[in-house]
């Protein structure tokens, strides 16, 4: 559903911060953003892939490097960076429609959404002004914080697999980083194991909430500033993106600067159930797949089944597939969905959860098949990384 004006009530402050230390780091950062192909040492980090080089505070290169260490899964092999590789704007290459686990029979529930950009999303909160929950992270808003989140998948049996947090905080005093820890949080950080596992989430927050994870790069980004011009194709998805009696795109994920960061994210942070059919290669990793009521779950509200988060459309061209149980494969795909839904039902089947669906704003649109091309286009504008320096060569 679409959300006019953001209620400040719930906003992390620090989030608005954050946005204005990545503003002024971006200014000095784009001058000299570089693809690299880096192989990392033997702290067991992964490659990492188009990553804007900045300068990293103590917490958050220790962040960093929590985030990229593969020795913290059981059995190892997995670490953050598996399921959100920067080469794939921070969400899961593999293409699964749920990411595997450390075990590698067990599969996540959902589709690993992006972390990019999850910095600037408020906490989970419900704006009585709008009668909508906004904010939080997981497609369920079930975390509040970065820091949150990040504790879940580590002791999930479906994904790190961890089975205490003595196992995570006794390897991490045994890394080649261990000194890096105590440098941020003090000689005794380790010696009360709780406390040094929440402060090992703290250091990915730190590190999710940098110039590196959310860059501003795109040719989108470029376009705002009268650096680059799109495409004719280009500029028409835009305006069909924009267009209230077209695509319609904006009413949940805005193509205006956010009230309160002043940052362009391309979502409202709403909930909406959008009549998405189930994905039966669910159920063909996962025997025991039951229904997903998403933030109805979260609620224990009826009114609320079937709703699952706004995503940001920032790098989305990257992020395949889509929806919370990546049921469709392609931009071109979703538009359809939102464009055909209700008329031909044979094709895309019936809502999983089929109360709550949103049927004002989808469903039933009419585009041509040249337009929903043209929409996927501009879309595609979003992703990070673009030089614009070769359009002007």
């Known amino acids: 559903m679409p959300l006019s004006t953001q209620s400040i009530t719930g906003r992390s402050w620090r989030t608005i911060t954050l946005f204005a230390v990545a503003a002024l780091l971006l200014c000095v950062a784009q001058c000299r953003q570089k693809h690299h192909h880096d192989k990392h040492d033997d702290e067991g980090e992964a490659e990492v892939k188009d990553v804007m080089e900045v300068q990293l505070t103590p917490a958050q290169l220790l962040g960093k490097k929590i985030f990229f260490d593969t020795n913290l899964s059981n059995p190892p092999g997995q670490s953050c960076a598996t399921c959100h590789m920067p080469g794939n704007a921070f969400a899961d290459p593999e293409g699964l429609p749920v990411s595997r686990g450390a075990v590698k029979t067990k599969f996540g ?13 408020p906490h989970f909160h419900y704006d009585s002004v709008e009668e909508a929950y906004i904010g939080g992270l997981f497609w369920d808003g079930r975390a509040n914080t970065l820091s949150e989140q990040a504790l879940i998948p580590l002791m999930s049996h479906f994904e790190m697999n961890n089975t205490s947090e003595k196992t995570v905080v006794d390897y991490i005093k045994t890394s080649p980083y261990a000194n890096l820890f105590k440098t941020v949080y003090g000689p005794k950080s380790f010696d009360d194991t709780h406390a040094a596992f929440l402060r090992i989430a703290e250091a990915l927050e730190e590190y999710e909430e940098t110039v590196e994870v959310s860059p501003f790069t795109s040719k989108f980004d470029y376009y705002m500033k009268g650096l680059v011009k799109l495409t004719p194709q280009e500029e028409r998805g835009l305006k069909l993106f924009n267009d209230e009696k077209k695509g319609n795109c904006a009413a949940c994920h ?38 997903d009521c998403g933030l109805g779950s979260v609620v224990k509200c009826l009114e609320d089944e079937g709703k699952f988060k706004v995503p940001t459309l920032r790098n989305i061209d990257r992020t395949a597939p889509y929806f919370h149980n990546g049921v469709y494969k392609t931009l071109e795909d979703v538009v359809r969905f939102y464009n055909s839904r209700d008329v031909d039902t044979i094709k895309f089947g019936p809502a999983e959860v089929k109360q709550n669906v949103n049927k004002d704003e989808l469903g039933n649109l009419g585009l041509t098949e040249q337009e929903i091309k043209d929409i996927a286009a501009f879309m595609r504008t979003l992703s990070d990384g673009y030089n614009f320096k070769v359009e002007k060569d």
């Open 109 to 121: 529930h959902r589709n690993s959404p992006t972390i990019a950009y999850a910095a600037f999303s």
């Open 254 to 291: 805005p193509s205006t600067p956010d009230p309160i960061t002043g940052a362009i994210l391309f979502t409202d942070f709403t909930y909406d159930n959008l009549g998405v059919p189930a994905n039966p290669r669910l159920i063909e990793l996962d025997k025991d797949y039951k229904k």
